[in-house]
Protein backbone atom coordinates (compact mmCIF):
# COMPACT_ATOMS: atom_id res chain seq x y z
CA UNK A 1 0.00 0.00 0.00
CA UNK A 2 1.46 3.46 -1.23
CA UNK A 3 0.76 6.67 1.35
CA UNK A 4 1.52 9.72 0.33
CA UNK A 5 1.32 13.04 2.72
CA UNK A 6 2.14 17.08 2.45
CA UNK A 7 1.28 19.86 3.41
CA UNK A 8 1.53 19.56 6.94
CA UNK A 9 3.88 22.64 8.09
CA UNK A 10 3.47 26.22 8.29
CA UNK A 11 6.00 29.13 8.27
CA UNK A 12 5.49 29.00 12.07
CA UNK A 13 6.02 25.54 12.26
CA UNK A 14 5.35 21.58 11.96
CA UNK A 15 7.51 19.52 10.20
CA UNK A 16 5.97 16.92 7.04
CA UNK A 17 9.11 14.57 7.04
CA UNK A 18 8.47 13.82 11.18
CA UNK A 19 4.95 13.59 10.37
CA UNK A 20 5.89 10.42 8.42
CA UNK A 21 7.69 9.01 10.82
CA UNK A 22 5.15 9.28 13.51
CA UNK A 23 3.02 7.41 10.28
CA UNK A 24 5.65 4.67 10.09
CA UNK A 25 5.90 4.17 13.98
CA UNK A 26 1.90 3.86 14.00
CA UNK A 27 2.01 1.26 10.43
CA UNK A 28 4.55 -0.48 13.04
CA UNK A 29 2.70 -0.59 15.82
CA UNK A 30 -0.25 -2.28 13.53
CA UNK A 31 2.17 -4.91 12.43
CA UNK A 32 2.98 -3.58 9.00
CA UNK A 33 6.51 -2.89 7.33
CA UNK A 34 8.38 -0.30 5.15
CA UNK A 35 8.47 -1.93 1.94
CA UNK A 36 11.78 -0.09 0.28
CA UNK A 37 12.99 3.51 1.39
CA UNK A 38 10.44 6.48 2.67
CA UNK A 39 11.05 8.83 0.17
CA UNK A 40 11.36 13.02 0.40
CA UNK A 41 10.29 14.81 -2.93
CA UNK A 42 11.02 18.17 -3.43
CA UNK A 43 8.20 19.31 -5.69
CA UNK A 44 7.94 22.64 -7.98
CA UNK A 45 10.34 25.23 -5.76
CA UNK A 46 8.44 27.97 -8.31
CA UNK A 47 5.30 27.97 -6.84
CA UNK A 48 4.06 31.03 -4.69
CA UNK A 49 2.18 29.00 -2.05
CA UNK A 50 4.85 26.73 -0.97
CA UNK A 51 6.25 26.35 2.83
CA UNK A 52 10.00 26.33 2.88
CA UNK A 53 11.89 23.39 0.45
CA UNK A 54 7.91 22.61 -0.65
CA UNK A 55 8.55 18.70 -0.03
CA UNK A 56 6.05 16.06 -0.13
CA UNK A 57 6.67 12.72 1.79
CA UNK A 58 5.58 9.25 0.67
CA UNK A 59 6.11 5.43 1.84
CA UNK A 60 5.40 1.63 0.87
CA UNK A 61 3.81 -0.53 3.69
CA UNK A 62 3.28 -4.18 3.87
CA UNK A 63 4.54 -7.28 4.71
CA UNK A 64 7.96 -7.50 4.50
CA UNK A 65 9.54 -10.86 3.08
CA UNK A 66 13.28 -11.52 2.78
CA UNK A 67 16.11 -10.08 4.87
CA UNK A 68 15.69 -6.69 5.91
CA UNK A 69 17.99 -3.41 6.01
CA UNK A 70 17.73 -0.90 9.03
CA UNK A 71 16.76 2.18 7.58
CA UNK A 72 15.56 4.24 11.02
CA UNK A 73 15.08 4.53 14.32
CA UNK A 74 11.92 5.17 16.36
CA UNK A 75 11.91 5.05 20.41
CA UNK A 76 14.83 3.03 20.44
CA UNK A 77 13.89 0.23 17.72
CA UNK A 78 14.87 0.30 14.46
CA UNK A 79 12.84 0.61 11.58
CA UNK A 80 13.38 -2.43 8.72
CA UNK A 81 12.59 -1.95 5.28
CA UNK A 82 12.26 -5.20 2.89
CA UNK A 83 12.78 -5.33 -0.54
CA UNK A 84 9.58 -6.73 -1.43
CA UNK A 85 6.29 -7.80 0.41
CA UNK A 86 2.69 -9.21 0.33
CA UNK A 87 0.72 -6.05 0.47
CA UNK A 88 -2.20 -5.15 3.38
CA UNK A 89 -5.42 -6.58 3.10
CA UNK A 90 -8.63 -4.74 2.80
CA UNK A 91 -9.45 -4.57 6.65
CA UNK A 92 -5.66 -3.76 7.44
CA UNK A 93 -5.82 -0.95 5.05
CA UNK A 94 -8.77 0.61 6.61
CA UNK A 95 -7.40 0.10 9.98
CA UNK A 96 -4.14 2.12 8.33
CA UNK A 97 -6.05 5.06 6.90
CA UNK A 98 -7.63 5.61 10.31
CA UNK A 99 -4.11 5.43 11.87
CA UNK A 100 -2.32 7.79 9.70
CA UNK A 101 -4.95 11.00 9.40
CA UNK A 102 -5.10 10.65 12.55
CA UNK A 103 -1.80 11.37 13.11
CA UNK A 104 -1.48 13.82 9.89
CA UNK A 105 -4.75 15.93 11.31
CA UNK A 106 -3.19 16.02 14.99
CA UNK A 107 0.61 17.07 14.24
CA UNK A 108 -0.70 19.52 11.38
CA UNK A 109 -0.64 22.82 12.38
CA UNK A 110 -3.84 25.26 12.51
CA UNK A 111 -2.14 28.00 10.14
CA UNK A 112 -4.03 29.21 7.21
CA UNK A 113 -2.79 28.42 4.15
CA UNK A 114 -1.82 24.69 5.64
CA UNK A 115 -3.94 22.23 3.72
CA UNK A 116 -2.83 18.57 4.80
CA UNK A 117 -3.69 15.74 2.72
CA UNK A 118 -3.07 11.86 2.72
CA UNK A 119 -3.40 9.69 -0.26
CA UNK A 120 -3.51 5.86 -0.30
CA UNK A 121 -3.57 3.65 -3.06
CA UNK A 122 -2.21 -0.18 -4.40
CA UNK A 123 -1.57 0.46 -7.67
CA UNK A 124 1.11 3.17 -8.50
CA UNK A 125 0.03 6.59 -9.97
CA UNK A 126 1.57 7.60 -13.06
CA UNK A 127 4.61 9.41 -13.21
CA UNK A 128 3.50 12.02 -14.93
CA UNK A 129 1.69 13.61 -12.02
CA UNK A 130 5.37 13.65 -10.32
CA UNK A 131 6.90 14.95 -13.53
CA UNK A 132 3.89 17.63 -13.99
CA UNK A 133 4.01 18.92 -10.18
CA UNK A 134 7.89 19.21 -9.91
CA UNK A 135 7.98 21.59 -13.12
CA UNK A 136 4.38 22.98 -13.63
CA UNK A 137 1.47 24.55 -11.93
CA UNK A 138 -0.98 21.44 -11.34
CA UNK A 139 -4.88 22.13 -11.44
CA UNK A 140 -6.05 19.75 -8.16
CA UNK A 141 -8.56 18.38 -10.54
CA UNK A 142 -6.00 17.27 -12.64
CA UNK A 143 -4.86 15.09 -9.94
CA UNK A 144 -8.19 14.38 -8.70
CA UNK A 145 -8.77 12.22 -11.69
CA UNK A 146 -5.67 10.23 -11.78
CA UNK A 147 -6.59 9.04 -8.44
CA UNK A 148 -9.98 8.45 -9.19
CA UNK A 149 -8.36 6.59 -12.44
CA UNK A 150 -7.22 4.66 -9.97
CA UNK A 151 -8.65 3.42 -7.04
CA UNK A 152 -7.03 5.62 -4.83
CA UNK A 153 -8.25 6.71 -1.66
CA UNK A 154 -7.45 10.12 -0.05
CA UNK A 155 -8.50 12.37 3.14
CA UNK A 156 -8.62 16.50 3.50
CA UNK A 157 -8.89 18.58 6.24
CA UNK A 158 -9.82 21.58 4.82
CA UNK A 159 -8.29 22.79 1.32
CA UNK A 160 -7.17 20.13 -1.48
CA UNK A 161 -3.67 22.10 -2.33
CA UNK A 162 -2.04 19.27 -0.38
CA UNK A 163 -3.25 16.70 -2.89
CA UNK A 164 -1.03 17.74 -5.06
CA UNK A 165 1.96 16.99 -3.36
CA UNK A 166 0.67 13.80 -1.64
CA UNK A 167 0.25 11.96 -5.18
CA UNK A 168 3.09 13.61 -6.89
CA UNK A 169 5.57 11.89 -3.66
CA UNK A 170 3.33 8.28 -4.55
CA UNK A 171 4.25 8.87 -8.28
CA UNK A 172 7.69 9.47 -8.36
CA UNK A 173 9.64 6.90 -9.96
CA UNK A 174 12.31 7.23 -8.10
CA UNK A 175 15.34 6.11 -10.41
CA UNK A 176 17.17 9.07 -10.35
CA UNK A 177 17.74 10.21 -6.56
CA UNK A 178 20.27 11.08 -3.39
CA UNK A 179 19.77 10.33 -0.04
CA UNK A 180 18.85 12.39 2.96
CA UNK A 181 19.68 11.04 6.71
CA UNK A 182 17.07 13.28 8.79
CA UNK A 183 18.05 13.09 12.59
CA UNK A 184 14.97 14.92 14.97
CA UNK A 185 15.42 16.54 18.28
CA UNK A 186 13.83 15.70 21.58
CA UNK A 187 10.27 17.38 21.96
CA UNK A 188 11.73 19.32 25.28
CA UNK A 189 14.49 20.78 22.48
CA UNK A 190 12.66 22.21 19.79
CA UNK A 191 12.92 26.12 19.63
CA UNK A 192 15.88 26.41 21.88
CA UNK A 193 19.70 26.49 20.06
CA UNK A 194 20.70 23.03 17.92
CA UNK A 195 23.87 21.79 19.32
CA UNK A 196 25.53 20.11 16.44
CA UNK A 197 29.84 20.20 16.70
CA UNK A 198 31.14 21.66 13.36
CA UNK A 199 34.25 19.89 13.79
CA UNK A 200 32.54 16.69 13.72
CA UNK A 201 30.26 17.26 10.71
CA UNK A 202 33.88 17.89 8.98
CA UNK A 203 35.16 14.89 9.97
CA UNK A 204 31.84 13.01 8.62
CA UNK A 205 32.67 14.72 5.23
CA UNK A 206 36.63 13.57 4.72
CA UNK A 207 35.84 10.08 5.63
CA UNK A 208 32.75 9.93 3.70
CA UNK A 209 33.17 11.00 -0.14
CA UNK A 210 29.68 10.06 -0.99
CA UNK A 211 28.08 13.02 1.64
CA UNK A 212 27.40 16.24 0.01
CA UNK A 213 26.36 19.87 0.74
CA UNK A 214 27.40 19.50 4.34
CA UNK A 215 29.44 22.96 4.54
CA UNK A 216 30.05 26.16 2.62
CA UNK A 217 33.49 26.71 2.60
CA UNK A 218 33.19 30.23 1.05
CA UNK A 219 30.53 31.17 3.66
CA UNK A 220 31.68 29.03 6.41
CA UNK A 221 28.24 27.74 7.23
CA UNK A 222 27.43 24.58 8.45
CA UNK A 223 24.44 23.31 6.73
CA UNK A 224 23.36 20.51 8.05
CA UNK A 225 21.50 21.82 10.64
CA UNK A 226 18.01 24.38 9.39
CA UNK A 227 17.28 27.66 11.24
CA UNK A 228 13.83 26.89 11.78
CA UNK A 229 11.81 25.89 14.92
CA UNK A 230 11.11 22.25 13.54
CA UNK A 231 12.15 19.30 15.30
CA UNK A 232 14.86 18.24 12.78
CA UNK A 233 18.29 18.36 14.46
CA UNK A 234 20.29 17.57 11.14
CA UNK A 235 20.34 16.19 7.71
CA UNK A 236 23.12 13.91 6.02
CA UNK A 237 22.93 14.32 2.19
CA UNK A 238 24.47 11.57 0.24
CA UNK A 239 24.66 9.99 -3.56
CA UNK A 240 25.39 6.88 -1.45
CA UNK A 241 23.11 5.75 1.27
CA UNK A 242 25.55 3.57 3.09
CA UNK A 243 27.77 7.00 3.45
CA UNK A 244 24.98 8.39 5.18
CA UNK A 245 24.42 5.45 7.54
CA UNK A 246 27.91 5.65 8.30
CA UNK A 247 28.45 9.28 8.87
CA UNK A 248 25.54 9.33 11.43
CA UNK A 249 27.80 7.34 13.97
CA UNK A 250 30.25 9.98 13.37
CA UNK A 251 28.55 13.40 13.98
CA UNK A 252 28.65 14.99 17.79
CA UNK A 253 25.46 16.36 18.70
CA UNK A 254 22.36 16.61 21.56
CA UNK A 255 20.61 13.37 21.81
CA UNK A 256 19.08 12.66 18.85
CA UNK A 257 15.17 11.23 19.57
CA UNK A 258 14.68 9.28 16.28
CA UNK A 259 16.27 9.28 12.76
CA UNK A 260 15.32 7.75 9.24
CA UNK A 261 16.61 7.39 5.99
CA UNK A 262 15.19 8.80 3.09
CA UNK A 263 15.47 8.23 -0.78
CA UNK A 264 15.00 11.75 -2.35
CA UNK A 265 15.15 13.92 -5.83
CA UNK A 266 17.27 16.20 -4.18
CA UNK A 267 20.16 17.57 -6.39
CA UNK A 268 18.76 16.00 -9.38
CA UNK A 269 17.87 18.73 -11.58
CA UNK A 270 14.12 17.11 -12.56
CA UNK A 271 12.49 20.59 -11.89
CA UNK A 272 14.81 21.70 -14.99
CA UNK A 273 13.39 22.04 -18.86
CA UNK A 274 15.32 22.65 -21.93
CA UNK A 275 12.82 25.82 -23.11
CA UNK A 276 12.86 29.03 -25.35
CA UNK A 277 12.29 31.90 -23.96
CA UNK A 278 9.28 32.44 -25.54
CA UNK A 279 8.35 28.79 -24.00
CA UNK A 280 8.91 30.26 -20.11
CA UNK A 281 5.95 30.41 -18.39
CA UNK A 282 5.81 31.91 -14.79
CA UNK A 283 6.51 29.66 -11.87
CA UNK A 284 8.50 27.38 -14.26
CA UNK A 285 12.13 26.39 -14.09
CA UNK A 286 14.29 26.09 -17.61
CA UNK A 287 17.51 25.30 -19.30
CA UNK A 288 18.32 28.02 -21.70
CA UNK A 289 20.63 28.52 -24.32
CA UNK A 290 21.83 31.69 -26.33
CA UNK A 291 24.25 34.29 -26.73
CA UNK A 292 24.99 37.53 -24.63
CA UNK A 293 22.98 40.35 -26.16
CA UNK A 294 24.36 43.65 -24.06
CA UNK A 295 26.89 44.22 -21.10
CA UNK A 296 26.40 43.38 -18.06
CA UNK A 297 24.27 45.47 -15.42
CA UNK A 298 25.56 45.86 -11.48
CA UNK A 299 22.28 46.59 -9.25
CA UNK A 300 22.53 47.26 -5.25
CA UNK A 301 23.33 44.74 -3.10
CA UNK A 302 25.39 42.96 -5.16
CA UNK A 303 23.66 41.42 -7.79
CA UNK A 304 23.94 41.73 -11.56
CA UNK A 305 22.13 41.28 -14.71
CA UNK A 306 22.59 40.86 -18.08
CA UNK A 307 20.45 39.94 -21.47
CA UNK A 308 20.20 36.59 -23.29
CA UNK A 309 18.91 35.92 -26.87
CA UNK A 310 18.47 32.63 -27.80
CA UNK A 311 18.57 30.95 -31.02
CA UNK A 312 15.28 31.82 -32.17
CA UNK A 313 15.47 35.43 -31.34
CA UNK A 314 13.98 36.27 -27.95
CA UNK A 315 15.14 38.20 -25.55
CA UNK A 316 15.51 37.62 -21.89
CA UNK A 317 16.92 39.18 -18.68
CA UNK A 318 19.30 37.14 -16.38
CA UNK A 319 19.41 37.99 -13.04
CA UNK A 320 22.74 36.23 -10.92
CA UNK A 321 21.90 36.87 -6.96
CA UNK A 322 24.16 38.39 -4.86
CA UNK A 323 24.12 34.96 -2.10
CA UNK A 324 24.81 32.87 -4.91
CA UNK A 325 28.42 34.42 -4.64
CA UNK A 326 29.88 32.57 -7.94
CA UNK A 327 27.24 33.43 -10.21
CA UNK A 328 27.73 37.27 -10.24
CA UNK A 329 31.01 37.08 -10.53
CA UNK A 330 30.71 34.82 -14.08
CA UNK A 331 28.04 37.70 -14.92
CA UNK A 332 29.99 40.55 -14.39
CA UNK A 333 33.06 39.08 -16.67
CA UNK A 334 30.11 38.50 -19.76
CA UNK A 335 30.56 40.40 -23.00
CA UNK A 336 27.95 40.17 -26.05
CA UNK A 337 28.61 37.53 -28.05
CA UNK A 338 29.79 35.07 -25.10
CA UNK A 339 27.69 31.84 -25.67
CA UNK A 340 25.87 30.42 -22.21
CA UNK A 341 23.25 27.71 -21.61
CA UNK A 342 21.80 29.09 -18.44
CA UNK A 343 19.21 27.34 -15.98
CA UNK A 344 16.82 28.80 -13.21
CA UNK A 345 13.76 30.03 -12.58
CA UNK A 346 11.35 32.62 -13.28
CA UNK A 347 8.36 34.16 -11.36
CA UNK A 348 5.83 36.13 -11.87
CA UNK A 349 8.12 39.31 -14.22
CA UNK A 350 9.69 37.91 -17.19
CA UNK A 351 13.49 37.42 -15.30
CA UNK A 352 15.07 34.01 -15.08
CA UNK A 353 17.01 34.14 -11.39
CA UNK A 354 19.74 32.02 -11.90
CA UNK A 355 20.61 28.84 -10.31
CA UNK A 356 24.03 28.56 -12.80
CA UNK A 357 25.79 28.90 -15.77
CA UNK A 358 27.67 26.79 -18.31
CA UNK A 359 30.21 29.24 -20.54
CA UNK A 360 30.01 27.42 -24.47
CA UNK A 361 31.99 29.71 -26.02
CA UNK A 362 33.77 33.53 -25.21
CA UNK A 363 33.68 36.36 -27.81
CA UNK A 364 37.03 37.32 -28.80
CA UNK A 365 37.76 40.25 -26.01
CA UNK A 366 40.82 42.02 -28.39
CA UNK A 367 40.63 45.68 -29.33
CA UNK A 368 42.48 47.09 -31.70
CA UNK A 369 44.40 49.90 -30.18
CA UNK A 370 45.74 52.96 -32.29
CA UNK A 371 49.17 53.23 -33.68
CA UNK A 372 51.49 56.34 -33.32
CA UNK A 373 52.04 58.25 -36.87
CA UNK A 374 55.59 57.45 -38.04
CA UNK A 375 55.58 60.24 -39.96
CA UNK A 376 54.93 63.30 -37.36
CA UNK A 377 54.65 60.80 -34.34
CA UNK A 378 50.76 61.91 -33.62
CA UNK A 379 48.17 59.80 -32.35
CA UNK A 380 46.27 57.94 -35.15
CA UNK A 381 42.24 57.54 -35.32
CA UNK A 382 40.38 55.12 -37.13
CA UNK A 383 38.57 55.16 -40.28
CA UNK A 384 36.13 52.76 -39.41
CA UNK A 385 35.49 49.14 -38.73
CA UNK A 386 38.52 46.83 -40.39
CA UNK A 387 39.82 50.33 -42.63
CA UNK A 388 43.04 51.24 -40.74
CA UNK A 389 43.88 54.15 -39.30
CA UNK A 390 44.87 58.60 -40.24
CA UNK A 391 46.81 60.61 -38.60
CA UNK A 392 44.92 63.91 -38.36
CA UNK A 393 48.08 65.78 -37.94
CA UNK A 394 49.49 64.96 -41.23
CA UNK A 395 46.56 62.81 -43.02
CA UNK A 396 48.99 60.35 -43.02
CA UNK A 397 47.10 56.89 -43.59
CA UNK A 398 48.24 52.92 -42.20
CA UNK A 399 46.17 49.88 -42.54
CA UNK A 400 44.74 48.14 -39.95
CA UNK A 401 47.64 45.91 -38.77
CA UNK A 402 49.68 48.57 -37.99
CA UNK A 403 47.76 48.80 -34.52
CA UNK A 404 47.87 46.19 -31.92
CA UNK A 405 45.74 43.52 -30.13
CA UNK A 406 45.21 44.64 -26.91
CA UNK A 407 42.79 42.02 -24.72
CA UNK A 408 40.20 44.47 -22.77
CA UNK A 409 38.56 42.00 -20.20
CA UNK A 410 39.26 38.62 -18.94
CA UNK A 411 36.68 36.10 -19.82
CA UNK A 412 35.75 33.39 -17.52
CA UNK A 413 36.54 29.68 -18.46
CA UNK A 414 34.50 27.47 -20.26
CA UNK A 415 32.58 25.09 -18.08
CA UNK A 416 29.85 24.89 -15.69
CA UNK A 417 29.25 27.59 -12.50
CA UNK A 418 26.82 26.52 -9.77
CA UNK A 419 26.19 29.03 -6.72
CA UNK A 420 28.15 28.15 -3.07
CA UNK A 421 26.66 25.68 -1.58
CA UNK A 422 24.53 27.37 0.76
CA UNK A 423 22.68 29.40 -1.87
CA UNK A 424 22.03 25.83 -3.92
CA UNK A 425 18.22 24.82 -4.38
CA UNK A 426 17.38 21.33 -2.58
CA UNK A 427 16.82 20.20 -6.54
CA UNK A 428 19.70 21.87 -8.21
CA UNK A 429 21.55 19.58 -10.18
CA UNK A 430 25.02 18.47 -8.13
CA UNK A 431 26.48 18.39 -11.77
CA UNK A 432 25.11 19.36 -15.06
Not at 17 to 44: K, M, Q
Request: some cysteine; proline content about 8%.
Amino acid sequence: MRLGVDDTDSPQGGCTTWVLTEIVRAAGALGFDVLGEPRLVRLNPNVPWKTRGNAALSVRLGHGEGSPTTVGEIDGRPVRSFRRGRELSDAEVDRLLHVAWDVVRSASPSAPGTDPALVLCRRPLAPSTYWQAVREVVPVTRVLRELRRRGATYRLRSGRRGLVGAAAAVAWPGRRRTWELLAYRQRSRVGTPRLVDPESVLDAERAEPSLVLCHDPRTRRLLVAPHTRCPILFGLRATDPGGALRALARIRSEPIERWMLFRTNQGTGDHLVRRTVAGLAAHRSAVVRGSVDGPAERRPGGHVSFPLRDDAGDRLTCVAFEPTKTLPAVARALVPEDRLEVWGSRGRAGVLHLEGIRVLAVADRRRWRAPTCGKCGGTTRSLGAGRGWRCPRCRGRFPLEAGRRVVVAHAPALGSYHPTPSARRHLAPLAV
